[in-house]
């Protein structure tokens, strides 16, 4: 996989500028994950798992807090 083509054909079509200094990094980042991708694909999982219905990336501030959830607890 050539991931440079990808990385600019990718963000050529999700219509996302690509600034030259962030491209390297970008990059590197599909790289990684390239290597990653085989480990990930080839664990077996159980019919009986079943993803979740959402996701909500956390930023510093949810890990922060007491629950790691962004959350104060049930009483707040």
Sequence with gaps: MDVERYADAAAQALGLPLAPEHRPGVVRYLQMVAQMAP?????????????????????????????????QGAGS
Excluded at 44 to 71: C, I, M, Y
């Design 39 to 71: 480990r990930v694909m080839d664990f077996s999982l159980s019919p009986a798992v079943e993803s979740g219905n959402a996701f909500r990336p956390l930023g510093p501030e949810d890990l922060s807090s007491p629950d790691g959830d962004g959350t």
